[in-house]
T-cell receptor
Framework: AQSVSQHNHHVILSEAASLELGCNYS??????LFWYVQYPGQHLQLLLK??????LVKGIKGFEAEFIKSKFSFNLRKPSVQWSDTAEYFC???????????FGRGTQLTVWP | GAVVSQHPSRVICKSGTSVKIECRSL??????MFWYRQFPKQSLMLMAT?????????EQGVEKDKFLINHASLTLSTLTVTSAHPEDSSFYIC?????????????FGQGTRLTVV
């Protein structure tokens, strides 16, 4: 079945540690890829997106993600996390010409100060 | 970014009653709106896509007579959970886009926590 997989369900880091959250998808063809973040008590917000071009995408708050087509992956990275990055992170894929988004199950990131 | 507002943010209803959730795009016209359902510790599951002025397109396994979606204007879509049961208790999230193209960003509401007792 087509799916979006986030392998890390809960990640706990200390401040200044580096972060990498995995995301793999199984849709073929052209896809748009997204990472969303949900801070406690807030809406889902767009962190970054990939449509085409440079596979290394930079987003807000120092996050970046790399699209590796051969691996069907779109991993999220940040070199040095902060306590304020504590949130839930969702990878999402738009696999068709329509606007639907399909989400991974999310990764809860907890950063200890 | 654009603002999408959901109302109510929390609702408790009795089993067998119906409850309506509103999703409004406050500062843009939303040609397309999406309704998601999120179970604890699980992903957002797309329930349906609604385009203004036409019938919603439901995902496989979603009962269209159970979850009534109306998108009567470019700024408002409603989801009505009819004859609610405890298993309908969940977190419902809407999102809105200016159009239905791949490259258009979707903006999300804050979600509605439905509890059916």
């Amino acid at each position: 079945a087509q799916s979006v997989s986030q392998h890390n369900h809960h990640v706990i880091l200390s401040e200044a540690a580096s972060l990498e959250l995995g995301c793999n998808y199984s849709y073929g063809g052209t896809v748009n890829l997204f990472w969303y973040v949900q801070y406690p008590g807030q809406h889902l917000q767009l962190l970054l997106k990939y449509f085409s071009g440079d596979p290394l995408v930079k987003g807000i708050k120092g996050f970046e993600a790399e699209f590796i087509k051969s691996k069907f992956s779109f991993n999220l990275r940040k070199p040095s996390v902060q306590w304020s990055d504590t949130a839930e992170y969702f990878c999402a894929v738009n696999p068709s010409t329509l606007g639907r988004l399909y989400f991974g199950r999310g990764t809860q990131l907890t950063v200890w100060p | 970014g654009a603002v999408v507002s959901q109302h109510p943010s929390r609702v408790i209803c009795k089993s067998g009653t119906s409850v309506k959730i509103e999703c409004r795009s406050l500062d843009f016209q939303a040609t397309t709106m999406f309704w998601y359902r999120q179970f604890p510790k699980q992903s957002l599951m797309l329930m349906a896509t609604s385009n203004e002025g036409s019938k919603a397109t439901y995902e496989q396994g979603v009962e269209k007579d159970k979850f009534l979606i109306n998108h009567a204007s470019l700024t408002l879509s409603t989801l009505t959970v009819t004859s609610a049961h405890p298993e309908d208790s969940s977190f419902y999230i809407c999102s809105a886009k200016r159009d239905n193209q791949m490259n258009t960003e979707a903006f999300f509401g804050q979600g509605t926590r439905l509890t059916v007792v």
